[in-house]
Structure formats: structure tokens, C-alpha cells
Nanobody, 120 residues
């Protein structure tokens, strides 16, 4: 059973930076597409960034392009989200996700979330 544990959230002023980390255990992380989602207060969860299982393909939500960078470290079994130029609208609970499709069966795992608050 894959387990995901996020860390690195906190409070920061507008324009500041944070780095989120997701530790992956209990599975074969290299076989999963890894993503970061976020859920602002009172809103639906949205995709922030995704990196493919092989690490070659990355995609970002329009609102974070140019400010956020997703990366994965196969040796450490971690996935990180570097966030710069943070804005108040980036305030949300950020979730790590691991997804794979094997033999027609979806494998979808979520972390518990970490709070990011951007405020002056």
C-alpha cells in the first residue's frame, strides 16, 4: 500500500517562497505519475502540477506556471514542489497524489495534506 506524507507547508508573506515535499513509501514510486493538488477554502480541489512516472513530462495549472516547479527524486522517493512569488490566492491545503493505471485498474493514493497560507 502506497503511503504519501507531505511536509513543508506554513505561512509566508506575498512574494515569498516555500518548498513542499512528499515522501513516498510502501510501493514503487517510479511507476506512478506524481501530482500536487490544492484545495482553497470553500473551493474544489484543483491540479497544481504533475510529473510523469518517468520524470520526463511535467505539466502545470495555468495559475502557477512560471512560479511553481515540480520535481521528483527517485533515490529518495520524494516529490517536491518549489513555489516562488507566492500570492494570497495560493492559500490552500496542498495534497500529494500518486496515480497509476495497471492492467486496467486505477491505483490512486493521496496524502493527508499540508496547509499553505500566504498573507501579509
Amino acid at each position: 500500500q502506497v503511503q504519501l506524507v507531505e511536509s513543508g507547508g506554513g505561512s509566508v508573506q506575498p512574494g515569498g517562497s516555500l518548498r513542499l515535499s512528499c515522501a513516498v513509501s510502501g510501493g514503487a514510486p517510479s511507476e506512478y505519475d506524481m501530482s500536487w493538488y490544492r484545495q482553497p477554502p470553500g473551493e474544489e480541489r484543483e491540479l497544481v502540477a504533475r510529473v510523469s512516472a518517468g520524470g520526463l513530462d511535467r505539466s502545470y495549472g495555468d495559475s502557477v506556471k512560471g512560479r511553481f516547479t515540480i520535481s521528483r527524486d527517485g533515490a529518495k522517493n520524494t516529490v517536491s514542489l518549489q513555489m516562488i512569488s507566492l500570492k494570497p490566492e495560493d492559500t490552500a491545503v496542498y495534497y500529494c497524489n500518486a496515480w497509476a493505471l495497471r492492467g486496467g485498474v486505477e491505483h490512486d493514493h493521496w496524502g493527508q495534506g499540508t496547509q499553505v497560507t500566504v498573507s501579509s
